[in-house]
Every structure is written in structure tokens, then in C-alpha cells.
């Protein structure tokens, strides 16, 4: 049973379109990010938040934008999709105190730009 | 943050014990050391965590000596469906951490019949 939940699950949309990828958690964490990932490559992180209006940019820089309005809400964006672009984007979060079992991450979004 | 090295990609056949060495010498006081699986189009997924010597759960144990420069995943009887990639991660616990672990390549285990 997921506890952070991505969609869409897949996405192929057209060069030029604004897009929003959707990223909630349910377990409280403070602390989300997004790592975008191609295929057989590693993860690398782009954005993260330790929580509400905190955001910042990760060791990979990247074309999107992110907002933190809600603890449990953490949407990436990209006003104009390249072919660049296309990748698997994962969101993740981890809580901040107590005891640490690390990332948890959803299932992902195949982002395909055309 | 400390790098971490393992191998690129490990064969094993169904029932034996795998065992997977990451280095990390460059490891803090107050580092842990973290795997994570992952399959085909999913995101990775929480295996282990220790800080030193033996850590088991029902999945697998993780080793990790004195001196915590490495550590090995230790996976009994693999079966097929263990074949994926699994990554080594090295950093600070709970709130004092900053969160920014970093994924590297990871070891691409194939188990065959």
C-alpha cells in the first residue's frame, strides 16, 4: 500500500506544453524531493523541500519548478516541455525526527515529451 | 558527503546467498548506511539500515565492520524476482541529517533458474 502517490503514471505530451507533475504523501514527512532518472542511469537529484514555502534546487539543475503550499503536497512543473525532458521522474519523501527508515518513494511518472 | 563505491553488476542463480561489498571510506561519525532496491520503472525501495556491526530483517542482513568503511548486503536464497538494482547510501540520521543522499549506479544483480 503506497504512502506517496505520483501521477500521472505515464505522460506523453507535446513540445512547448506547460506540464504539472503531481507528487502527495500521506505519512507527515517534512521532507520531500524529486530525483528524475533515465533509463538504466542513476538518480539525480533535482528539487527538495524540508517543508512548507522551503524549496531548493539539487545537484542536477533542471528546467522545472517546484512549490511546498502543503506538508503533504509537493507538485514539479514545467511551463514549456522540450524533448529534453523526457525521463522518469520520482518523488520521495523522509521524516525529519525520530527514528530514520530513510526514502520513501512513489512509483514514479514516465514523462515523454514529442 | 561520503562517495560510495560498488561493484556494477553481479550474476547469481535461484537459492544461493548473494552478498553485495560497498566502500565507503570516506564515511562520518554520524553517517548510516542505507540500501535500497529497485525494479524496472519503479521507484527505489527501503531494503536495510545500520549503523555498525549486524542488522537483519526479514528481507536481508546488512554487515558492517569496525572500522565501517564498507558494508555488505547479504540477501539469502535469492530467488528471481530479487533480480534489480540495488544501491549503497551513505549519510547523516534522522534530524540531523540533511536529507541529500546520493544515489550512484548501484549493483545491477541478475539471478538466473
Known amino acids: 500500500e503506497a504512502d506517496i502517490y505520483q501521477t500521472p503514471r505515464y505522460l506523453v505530451i507535446g513540445t512547448g506544453k506547460k506540464i504539472t507533475l503531481e507528487c502527495s504523501q500521506t505519512?507527515?514527512?517534512?521532507?520531500m524531493y524529486w530525483y528524475q532518472q533515465d533509463p538504466g542511469m542513476e538518480l539525480h537529484l533535482i528539487h527538495y523541500?524540508?517543508?512548507?514555502?522551503?524549496?531548493e534546487k539539487g545537484d542536477l539543475s533542471s528546467e522545472s519548478t517546484v512549490s511546498r503550499i502543503r506538508t503533504e503536497h509537493f507538485p514539479l512543473t514545467l511551463e514549456s516541455a522540450r524533448p529534453s525532458h523526457t525521463s522518469q521522474y520520482l518523488c520521495?519523501?523522509?521524516?525529519?525526527?525520530?527514528?530514520?527508515?530513510?526514502?520513501?518513494f512513489g512509483s514514479g511518472t514516465r514523462l515523454t515529451v514529442v | 558527503l561520503a562517495k560510495t563505491t560498488q561493484p556494477i553488476s553481479m550474476d547469481s542463480y535461484e537459492g544461493q546467498e548473494v552478498n553485495i561489498t560497498c566502500s565507503h571510506n570516506?564515511?562520518?561519525?554520524?553517517?548510516?548506511i542505507t540500501w535500497y532496491q529497485q525494479f524496472p520503472s519503479q521507484g527505489p525501495r527501503f531494503i536495510i539500515q545500520?549503523?555498525?556491526t549486524k542488522v537483519t530483517n526479514e528481507v536481508a542482513s546488512l554487515f558492517i565492520p569496525a572500522d565501517r568503511k564498507s558494508s555488505t548486503l547479504s540477501l539469502p536464497r535469492v530467488s528471481l524476482s530479487d533480480t534489480a538494482v540495488y544501491y549503497c547510501?551513505?549519510?547523516?540520521?534522522?534530524?540531523?541529517?540533511?536529507?541529500?543522499?546520493?544515489f550512484g549506479q548501484g549493483t545491477t544483480l541478475q539471478v538466473k533458474p
Open positions: 520521495a519523501s523522509r521524516r525529519s525526527t525520530g527514528a530514520d527508515y530513510g526514502y520513501t
Open positions: 505519512m507527515g514527512h517534512d521532507k
Open positions: 523541500s524540508y517543508g512548507v514555502n522551503s524549496t
Open positions: 570516506n564515511i562520518a561519525t554520524n553517517d548510516y
Open positions: 545500520g549503523y555498525k
Open positions: 547510501l551513505v549519510g547523516a540520521h534522522g534530524s540531523s541529517n540533511t536529507g541529500k543522499l546520493i
